[in-house]
């Protein structure tokens, strides 16, 4: 399982970012492709969700309304449309990738076993 993640950058506080995960290796309907993202001196914490074979999507509550997850299964991408940005959404952003995953575990860092390799967000003031 290969993971490429892109659309990072440097936005002025409101602004709009679009990140992609691009997915390959393998056939992907039984897994959840999630987001996190870890910002300096941070732990590494759960943004979004979502099921490929459809479940889902599951977001960290605080994001919930300015962030968006979604995919494009014919071209294996999963997007994380995010708005409103503020400075402290600042982190690299992670996809991530496992099979077999309940619900209730979709927001632990610790049970996906495959990475991207994570893209800058910076949000200035």
């Known amino acids: 399982v290969q993971l490429q993640a892109s659309g990072g950058g440097l936005v002025q506080a409101g602004g709009s970012l679009r990140l992609s995960c691009a997915a390959s290796?393998?056939?992907?309907?039984?897994?959840?492709m999630g987001w996190f993202r870890q910002a300096p001196g941070k732990e590494r914490e759960f943004v979004a969700a979502i099921r490929w074979s459809g479940g889902g999507p599951w977001y960290a509550g605080s994001l919930k309304g300015r962030f968006t997850i979604s995919k494009e299964k014919a071209k294996n991408l999963v997007y994380l449309q995010m708005n409103s940005l503020k400075p402290e959404d600042t982190a690299v952003y992670y996809c991530?990738?496992?099979?077999?995953?309940?619900?209730?575990?979709?927001?632990?860092?610790?049970?996906?076993?495959?990475w991207g390799q994570g893209t800058q967000v910076t949000v200035s003031s």
């Open positions: 991530a990738a496992q099979s077999g995953l309940i619900a209730s575990m979709v927001s632990r860092h610790d049970v996906y076993n495959y």
């Open positions: 290796g393998r056939t992907f309907s039984n897994y959840v």
